[in-house]
């Protein structure tokens, strides 16, 4: 009971340094975001270049056959390409007007008799006009155009065989047709549209594809992570042996004070967390659903109190304050290296990324990322959890340890 006692002192006393020290503390808040401002201009030219206009490319049927025609409209819809190309259907002299304009970077021309010779085993060309000024991006469409002829071929010559054993059964030409038509159309969607199919299984990397809600998320773990160490640092106080002396004398621990330094430093920085979180949320429009704000809530009490516990080691374990200062500071950079925030774990060695989910750092940004941006409704807590007790039994044990040596 004298030990929640002397807690709830120092804690009021902590309170009280803080507005004490109310003019300085906004500009210490201030402190991660200009340090953030600093290489903003490097994000900005990063997530600019994931932003370019896509190729407009244009597609022109001179056969006008019903095969054709569904080639055109599902090359049109499909999303395999993504951002970086967009299809048109466009005649002939459209496509000639587009690209004296510089509106069309090529054009692919689907040629006359197209349907009939890939029915009859002739050979197959379809054409690709490139902008004489623009040979690169003309090049890389000739590219895609030869993927996809690739698979023309291999569909065409399943075609003539299932047409001759077809005619060897003497079915009538309408039913033939009908089946060749049919076995063009599964080639077809297949090689059009087996990267969607591909797309489902493949692990979404935020950094490209959502660059400017990562890299927002980032700098707020990095900011809260700063505030955190700047406000612990800021509620320190180098006591003298004689006041030390005296405070064991009533009974006062080192535990008690390194918990009630803990106690006010995770409370201020929860309270603003939460609004820059929340303003993160409105500003981006995230969507988010009712019960992930009680997760995020968890998720960042529980990251904050590791975080204060692990510097609260560090402290009890060094008298040098230089030395504490550095090894502080070292570890926090360790800390959200490792968490993901800076460099995302995929462009890490693979030897460590396996052991990155055992750091509460990386555990948190990437459940804040599932959260956030993936609209994930459910959060792991077990590894935080045992984190944090470990944190307290460290903290406990090393502040134990060290009175019963000191007496």
């Given at each position: 009971?004298q030990?929640?006692?002397?807690?709830?002192?120092?804690?009021?006393?902590?309170l009280?340094?803080?507005?004490?020290?109310?003019?300085?503390?906004?500009?210490?808040?201030?402190?991660?975001?200009?340090?953030i401002?600093?290489?903003?201009?490097?994000?900005?030219?990063?997530t600019?270049?994931?932003?370019?206009?896509?190729?407009?490319?244009?597609?022109?049927?001179?056969?006008?056959?019903k095969?054709?025609?569904m080639?055109?409209?599902?090359?049109?819809?499909?999303?395999?390409l993504?951002?970086?190309?967009h299809?048109t259907?466009?005649?002939?002299?459209?496509?000639?007007?587009?690209m004296?304009?510089?509106?069309?970077?090529?054009?692919?021309?689907?040629?006359?008799?197209?349907?009939?010779?890939?029915?009859?085993?002739e050979?197959?060309?379809?054409?690709?006009?490139?902008?004489?000024?623009?040979?690169?991006?003309?090049?890389f469409?000739?590219?895609?155009?030869?993927?996809a002829?690739?698979?023309?071929?291999?569909?065409?010559?399943?075609?003539?065989?299932?047409?001759?054993?077809?005619?060897?059964?003497?079915?009538?030409?309408?039913?033939?047709?009908?089946?060749?038509?049919?076995?063009?159309?599964?080639?077809?969607?297949?090689?059009?549209?087996?990267?969607?199919?591909?797309?489902?299984?493949?692990?979404?990397?935020?950094?490209?594809?959502?660059?400017?809600?990562?890299?927002?998320?980032a700098?707020?773990?990095?900011?809260?992570?700063?505030?955190?160490?700047?406000?612990?640092?800021?509620?320190?106080?180098?006591q003298?042996?004689?006041i030390?002396?005296?405070?064991?004398?009533?009974?006062v621990?080192?535990?008690?004070?390194?918990?009630?330094r803990?106690?006010?430093?995770?409370?201020?920085?929860?309270?603003?967390?939460?609004l820059?979180?929340?303003?993160?949320?409105h500003?981006?429009?995230l969507?988010?659903?009712?019960?992930?704000?009680?997760?995020?809530?968890?998720?960042?009490?529980?990251?904050i109190s590791?975080?204060?516990?692990?510097?609260?080691?560090?402290?009890?374990?060094?008298?040098?304050?230089?030395?504490?200062?550095?090894?502080?500071?070292?570890?926090?950079?360790?800390?959200?290296?490792?968490?993901?925030?800076?460099?995302?774990?995929?462009?890490?060695?693979?030897?460590v990324q396996?052991?990155?989910?055992?750091?509460?750092?990386?555990?948190?940004f990437?459940?804040?990322?599932?959260?956030?941006?993936?609209?994930?409704?459910?959060?792991?807590?077990?590894?935080?959890?045992?984190?944090?007790?470990?944190?307290?039994?460290?903290?406990?044990?090393?502040t134990?340890?060290?009175?019963?040596?000191?007496?």
């Amino acid at each position: 009971m004298q030990s929640f006692k002397f807690v709830s002192l120092f804690t009021k006393n902590n309170l009280l340094q803080l507005r004490r020290k109310w003019r300085t503390l906004p500009l210490l808040l201030l402190f991660p975001f200009i340090l953030i401002g600093l290489i903003a201009y490097i994000l900005v030219s990063y997530t600019t270049s994931l932003e370019e206009e896509p190729l407009q490319i244009g597609l022109v049927d001179l056969d006008q056959s019903k095969e054709t025609e569904m080639v055109i409209n599902l090359l049109e819809e499909s999303s395999q390409l993504g951002d970086f190309i967009h299809m048109t259907q466009l005649s002939q002299e459209e496509a000639r007007d587009k690209m004296a304009k510089d509106d069309l970077l090529a054009y692919i021309l689907f040629p006359n008799e197209f349907t009939n010779k890939l029915y009859d085993g002739e050979s197959v060309v379809v054409t690709v006009v490139g902008h004489p000024e623009h040979p690169m991006e003309s090049y890389f469409v000739k590219e895609l155009i030869d993927s996809a002829a690739r698979h023309i071929s291999s569909s065409q010559a399943n075609i003539l065989t299932i047409n001759y054993y077809a005619k060897q059964l003497d079915l009538e030409t309408k039913l033939r047709n009908q089946i060749v038509q049919q076995q063009f159309n599964e080639f077809l969607l297949y090689a059009i549209g087996k990267d969607n199919v591909l797309d489902q299984n493949v692990l979404t990397n935020n950094a490209t594809t959502s660059p400017k809600e990562y890299f927002t998320l980032a700098a707020s773990f990095f900011i809260l992570t700063v505030w955190g160490f700047m406000l612990y640092l800021l509620l320190f106080k180098e006591q003298s042996n004689d006041i030390q002396i005296r405070m064991k004398l009533y009974g006062v621990t080192e535990l008690q004070q390194v918990l009630a330094r803990i106690i006010v430093t995770s409370l201020s920085i929860f309270i603003l967390s939460l609004l820059l979180f929340i303003g993160l949320i409105h500003i981006l429009n995230l969507d988010m659903q009712q019960g992930n704000y009680g997760r995020l809530m968890l998720l960042i009490g529980l990251y904050i109190s590791i975080y204060l516990l692990v510097l609260a080691i560090i402290e009890t374990l060094f008298q040098s304050p230089k030395i504490r200062l550095l090894i502080q500071v070292i570890l926090t950079g360790i800390l959200l290296l490792s968490s993901g925030s800076l460099i995302p774990d995929m462009y890490l060695p693979i030897y460590v990324q396996e052991y990155l989910p055992l750091i509460f750092s990386n555990h948190t940004f990437s459940w804040l990322e599932e959260i956030l941006l993936n609209k994930r409704m459910y959060v792991d807590l077990v590894p935080m959890l045992l984190s944090l007790g470990i944190a307290l039994f460290g903290i406990i044990g090393i502040t134990s340890i060290k009175e019963r040596v000191k007496s």
